[in-house]
């Protein structure tokens, strides 16, 4: 079963400034005189907080030289679009603080999706180390949508938790719009699952996937379950609110 942790929070806030707290620990603790720490970020609307807290708390404490950035997916739209998981994160944190650009690996969400997904895999296997004959992130912070997915592993694509491939792309399942997205292969490698999810929006959803609910295996969202790694639930009152129901 995989090692996971629930941490409760009264307020989307507290909870932001807890796990942007908690970030900024685990990179200055870690050892990277020979490789990087690398982050895999979600983009949708929960993590803006976490951002924001960052760029106005920790912005000069930490050494950004040995933090390298990366998404776990992007629309298919240029960064200056308002769908822009790049943009979002740029806007909030990464123009606010001392990070040279080629620590910041961006999905080019512009060009041509198939020939992009095919391109940002080549660039996270040459700046991430490789374990189990994968990716391995230090840090890979996800989100979950109300119909389970999670990263753009929508419902009906879980098959992508089977996938070799590191990113590929996938469509939103209602508005059709192309996205890429990394895989579960990669997810799953990662040291630190972190989900960020706040809302009673989400009570429902969360409670399918650690609540006492069996039919798990519905959800996207069910299938991260790390060999070695663990994960990490930063769940909001209203988020949490279903999960002994
Ligand atoms: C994206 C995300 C996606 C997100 C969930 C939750 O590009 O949309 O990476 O996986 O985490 O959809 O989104 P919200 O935070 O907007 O609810």
Redesign the pocket.
């Known amino acids: 079963m995989v090692n996971q942790l629930i941490r409760l929070f009264p307020t989307p806030e507290v909870l932001a400034e807890s796990l942007a707290l908690d970030l900024v620990n685990q990179i200055k603790d870690a050892d990277t005189s020979v490789n990087p720490f690398t982050i895999a970020l979600?983009?949708?609307?929960?993590?803006g907080l976490l951002f924001s807290v960052m760029a106005d708390q920790f912005a000069g404490s930490v050494n950004w030289m040995n933090v390298h950035f990366f998404w776990?997916?992007?629309?298919c739209v240029p960064p200056g679009n308002p769908e822009s998981?790049f943009g979002m994160t740029n806007k909030v944190l990464l123009s606010k603080i001392d990070i040279p650009k080629e620590n910041i690996h961006r999905i080019r969400g512009e060009d041509d999706p198939g020939k992009e997904a095919e391109r940002y895999s080549g660039e996270i296997s040459e700046f991430t180390i490789q374990k189990n004959g994968f990716p391995f992130f230090n840090v890979m912070l996800?989100?979950?949508?109300e119909d389970g997915?999670?990263?753009?592993i929508f419902p009906g694509n879980e098959k992508l938790f089977r996938s070799d491939e590191i990113c590929v792309i996938a469509a939103h399942p209602k508005t059709g719009q192309k996205?890429i997205t990394i895989t579960g292969q990669v997810i799953n490698n990662s040291s630190e699952i972190i989900f960020m999810v706040t809302g009673k929006h989400k009570a429902g959803i969360v409670n399918n996937i650690i609540g006492k609910g069996d039919n798990k295996k519905q959800f996207p969202a069910s299938f991260v379950n790390p060999a070695e790694g663990k994960v990490i639930w930063y769940l909001d009152e209203e988020a949490a609110l279903l999960i002994n129901d």
Do not use: F
């Not at 996800?142 to 949508?145: A, D, Q, T, V």
């Not at 997915?149 to 753009?152: N, V």
């Open positions: 979600s983009g949708g609307n929960t993590p776990v997916d992007e629309r998981n996800l989100g979950l949508g997915h999670t990263a753009s996205r």
